[in-house]
């Protein structure tokens, strides 16, 4: 058996060197990247991407003649399911509108790239038109620095300093205050629970780093939610809200707790009854809002509130220009973590909440973890796409040493060890110890300020 494979593989080795060039251009939706690379040198980026990248990035594009044939046919199905499985671009890009093109995906092309890993070896021996030329490098690393500049800029940043997946903090964004000190006091008020002893700060504890520091959160009548509480810091740059992106913003988000029977085990009509009853803020809250005690009144404020709960740290000092601002050490552990790829999903200002990645891309997490159950399946909950099913939101590693335990079900405390499963399960790399300390002394420079305090 193992003769005839060797045998089969190697006639699809000579067919492929005896066919002419295969064109696996896949067309391009009006409304693809070709909208906005219509500039030298990047109006081919997006020709490129579908030529040599999107048949194995995609569950559907179209596959040459002889994927018919035993061992390739399966060679390229695992191949493409791979490629689909850390990045669709046709989903991701292709058919996406211009300016959707998340961080992570950027990065992803990028660090590929950089690394000559993509298109991989094995494939190359049958589409060594694939590889990619100097000039096509140098145009999509031109791509990925003019839609960084253009759609991810940070005020006040030099430019310079921008040409990486991971960026400063904004030091702060635009908010109403009387909203924002509404939106304090029902952050803070257990009254929003059924039995008026769960406030918002219950699970996301400022003191605590944004969250209650406990595996799982405990709500009204003492019961125990089945998925981490994610810190409120700096929460307003994900993209979507909650593990499985089931809320589009803060707002969406403040609406589920209170609402949620293990949590708040309320509503905003038992809520508006309570408050209504308080003179003094009733006052207050129609001084803010003429209308009264409305739903989308109570979760702005709260949002609105969130919104200013932002953490820069001396990693920001970093990014900024300011070399003495990490230790030698942090400095390396910083480089391990970018040659690790990490980069690639931890990007953006919070170094996080870009995008939804499949928890054990290299080896099976739940295998080894056992018992998967709902909440790990994660994005599929929302979009029943079964390429969705254990996809979740990236966490931000900003003050990530204060907001154990780790992971969508907080299964470590460690943070050594949290370091080491990442390596382990989405990078398939097992780290040396000096390599994961140094990896925890640069997260450590992560831990950021509220008030002039520096976070616990």
Same mark, same amino acid.
């Given at each position: 058996?193992?003769?005839?494979?060797?045998?089969?593989?190697?006639?699809?080795?000579?067919?492929?060197?005896?066919?002419?060039?295969?064109?696996?251009?896949?067309?391009?939706?009006?409304?693809?990247?070709?909208?906005?690379?219509?500039?030298?040198?990047?109006?081919?980026?997006?020709?490129?991407?579908?030529?040599?990248?999107?048949?194995?990035?995609?569950?559907?594009?179209?596959?040459?003649?002889?994927?018919?044939?035993?061992?390739?046919?399966?060679?390229?199905?695992? !191949?493409?399911?791979?490629?689909?499985?850390?990045?669709?671009?046709?989903?991701?890009?292709?058919?996406?509108?211009?300016?959707?093109?998340?961080?992570?995906?950027?990065?992803?092309?990028?660090?590929?790239?950089?690394?000559?890993?993509?298109?991989?070896? #094995?494939?190359?021996?049958?589409?060594?038109?694939?590889?990619?030329?100097?000039?096509?490098?140098?145009?999509?690393?031109?791509?990925? #620095?003019?839609?960084?500049?253009?759609?991810?800029?940070?005020?006040?940043?030099?430019?310079?300093?921008?040409?990486?997946?991971? *960026?400063?903090?904004?030091?702060?964004?635009?908010?109403?205050?009387?909203?924002?000190?509404?939106?304090?006091?029902?952050?803070?008020?257990?009254?929003?629970?059924? !039995?008026?002893?769960?406030?918002?700060?219950?699970?996301? !504890?400022?003191?605590?780093?944004?969250?209650?520091?406990?595996?799982?959160?405990?709500?009204?009548?003492?019961?125990?939610?089945?998925?981490?509480?994610?810190?409120?810091?700096?929460?307003?740059?994900?993209?979507?809200?909650?593990?499985?992106?089931?809320?589009?913003?803060?707002?969406?988000?403040?609406?589920?707790?209170?609402?949620?029977?293990?949590?708040?085990?309320?509503?905003?009509?038992?809520?508006?009854?309570?408050?209504?009853?308080?003179?003094?803020?009733?006052?207050?809250?129609?001084?803010?809002?003429? !209308?009264?005690?409305?739903?989308?009144?109570?979760?702005?404020?709260?949002?609105?509130?969130?919104?200013?709960?932002?953490?820069?740290?001396?990693?920001?000092?970093?990014?900024?220009?300011?070399?003495?601002?990490?230790?030698?050490? #942090?400095? #390396?552990?910083?480089?391990?973590?970018?040659?690790?790829?990490?980069?690639?999903?931890?990007?953006?200002?919070?170094?996080?909440?870009?995008?939804?990645?499949?928890?054990?891309?290299?080896?099976?997490?739940?295998?080894?973890?056992?018992?998967?159950?709902?909440?790990?399946?994660?994005?599929?909950?929302?979009?029943?796409?079964?390429?969705?099913?254990? *996809?979740?939101?990236?966490?931000?590693?900003?003050?990530?040493?204060?907001?154990?335990?780790?992971?969508?079900?907080?299964?470590?405390?460690?943070?050594?060890?949290?370091?080491?499963?990442?390596?382990?399960?989405?990078?398939?790399?097992?780290?040396?110890?000096?390599?994961?300390?140094?990896?925890?002394?640069?997260?450590?420079?992560?831990?950021?300020?509220?008030?002039?305090?520096?976070?616990?």
């Amino acid at each position: 058996m193992k003769k005839k494979i060797a045998l089969a593989l190697i006639a699809l080795v000579i067919l492929g060197l005896a066919l002419p060039v295969y064109n696996l251009v896949v067309p391009l939706p009006a409304n693809s990247l070709t909208g906005y690379v219509a500039q030298a040198p990047l109006r081919d980026v997006a020709a490129i991407l579908a030529e040599k990248c999107v048949v194995c990035h995609s569950l559907d594009a179209p596959m040459p003649f002889y994927a018919m044939f035993p061992v390739a046919k399966q060679l390229m199905a695992h !191949d493409v399911a791979t490629g689909a499985k850390h990045v669709n671009l046709a989903r991701e890009i292709l058919e996406l509108t211009p300016g959707t093109v998340s961080e992570a995906t950027l990065a992803k092309i990028e660090y590929t790239t950089e690394q000559n890993s993509m298109p991989p070896a #094995q494939y190359l021996i049958m589409h060594w038109n694939h590889l990619l030329s100097a000039a096509e490098k140098e145009a999509i690393f031109a791509w990925i #620095q003019a839609e960084r500049s253009k759609r991810y800029a940070v005020a006040g940043v030099e430019p310079e300093l921008l040409k990486q997946a991971v *960026r400063p903090l904004p030091e702060k964004i635009e908010t109403n205050p009387a909203k924002v000190a509404l939106g304090d006091k029902l952050y803070h008020d257990g009254r929003l629970s059924k !039995d008026n002893t769960i406030s918002c700060a219950s699970c996301h !504890d400022l003191a605590k780093g944004g969250t209650d520091q406990a595996q799982f959160s405990t709500g009204v009548g003492g019961q125990v939610g089945d998925i981490n509480a994610p810190t409120v810091f700096n929460a307003a740059f994900n993209i979507l809200q909650f593990w499985d992106g089931r809320a589009a913003d803060l707002e969406a988000q403040a609406d589920g707790p209170p609402n949620n029977p293990i949590e708040m085990a309320s509503n905003w009509e038992e809520i508006a009854g309570k408050l209504s009853q308080d003179a003094e803020f009733t006052q207050a809250f129609t001084a803010v809002y003429p !209308d009264g005690y409305k739903k989308e009144n109570f979760v702005n404020a709260i949002a609105e509130y969130e919104r200013t709960l932002l953490t820069p740290s001396a990693f920001d000092k970093y990014l900024r220009g300011d070399q003495g601002a990490l230790s030698a050490e #942090q400095k #390396q552990g910083y480089q391990v973590f970018k040659d690790l790829g990490c980069a690639t999903c931890h990007c953006g200002v919070i170094l996080g909440g870009a995008s939804f990645e499949v928890m054990g891309l290299r080896a099976d997490y739940y295998k080894d973890r056992g018992n998967p159950h709902k909440p790990d399946f994660g994005r599929f909950n929302v979009t029943n796409n079964e390429a969705d099913r254990f *996809r979740l939101k990236v966490p931000t590693l900003r003050n990530i040493a204060v907001t154990h335990p780790y992971f969508h079900d907080g299964s470590t405390s460690d943070l050594g060890k949290a370091v080491e499963t990442m390596a382990k399960y989405q990078s398939g790399v097992a780290l040396s110890a000096r390599d994961r300390d140094l990896i925890v002394a640069f997260l450590e420079s992560l831990t950021g300020e509220h008030e002039g305090k520096k976070l616990q």
